[in-house]
């Protein structure tokens, strides 16, 4: 999947949206794991959404409801939506495309 390379993170208040982009420099495959991670300041990185290998997709249960993972192999793309944002989703958001990391992208949600 060679680099990955994120986007759309930004400043947004408390209620609104957000898109996440991860783009993969090579080809993804529909069957290879993949997933989106945050880290808060002061805490561990934490798992938000992932797809296995085998095709089923989790969600952390603090964004169940809110967020939404997706995928376009045919653009080498995973996507997170993010709506109903709260401030405690403030974090660095990764993408993790098998053993690969993005650089992160911030994400900061005011009250």
């Known amino acids: 999947q060679g680099q990955l390379v994120e986007s759309g993170g930004g400043l947004v208040q408390a209620g609104g949206s957000l898109r996440l982009s991860c783009e993969a420099s090579?080809?993804?495959?529909?069957?290879?794991?993949m997933a989106w991670h945050r880290q808060a300041p002061g805490k561990q990185r934490e798992l938000v959404a992932a797809f296995s290998s085998g095709g089923s997709t989790t969600y952390a249960d603090s964004v169940k409801g809110r967020f939404t993972m997706s995928r376009d192999v045919a653009k080498n793309t995973l996507y997170l939506q993010m709506n109903s944002l709260k401030p405690e989703d403030t974090a660095v958001y990764y993408c993790r495309i098998r053993g690969t990391w993005g650089q992160g992208t911030q994400v900061t949600v005011s009250s």
């Open positions: 090579g080809s993804i495959y529909s069957f290879y794991s």
